[in-house]
């Protein structure tokens, strides 16, 4: 398994959020978002896309976990959209582990990186944890998970 060190700039998003159960619902969120950015022109081979589940659904009620969709924006200004929010992404270290995008592949990236944490001095940070969408990834069914950290 693929696993680096990043430092992630902060950025701003467009998003649709998805409250309720994680699941076939954040595809339906991701999809109204691809749709919504095919249509302003913003879903290119440079794009970068997130899922960014707000909740651990161990803790909160899972009707009230909170998933959201979201494109890296770079130009200054969009028209006014009732359907899509804008934010910011915050930056910081993250671990990132290229997985592929399946359930089994995403448990094994989890197998994989809690004890890579523990082993170089490094917990789990306060913002979400971030799965990270590119271009050349997509077309090989591929993802990244990317892991808010602070060395202990």
Not at 39 to 68: M, N, S, V
Not at 115 to 129: F, G, H, K, R, S
Request: glycine share 4%.
């Amino acid at each position: 398994m693929e696993m680096s060190m990043e430092d992630l700039a902060a950025c701003r998003i467009a998003y649709v959020r998805q409250v309720g159960p994680y699941g076939s619902a954040n595809v339906q969120a991701m999809n109204q978002l691809k749709q919504w950015a095919i249509e302003k022109q913003l879903l290119t081979e440079t794009a970068i896309l997130f899922g960014i589940p707000q909740d651990d659904p161990t803790t909160t009620p899972p009707h009230h976990c909170r998933y959201d969709a979201a494109i890296v924006l770079h130009e200054l200004e969009l028209p006014e959209d009732d359907s899509i929010e804008i934010g910011e992404l915050q930056g910081g270290n993250y671990l990132i582990c290229k997985v592929r995008h399946t359930a089994e592949g995403i448990q094994q990236a989890w197998n994989d990186m809690i004890p890579y944490l523990q082993n170089n001095q490094y917990i789990i940070d306060q913002q979400p944890v971030l799965e990270r969408y590119r271009w050349d990834l997509l077309e090989q069914h591929e993802c990244e998970i990317c892991v808010p950290v602070k060395k202990v």
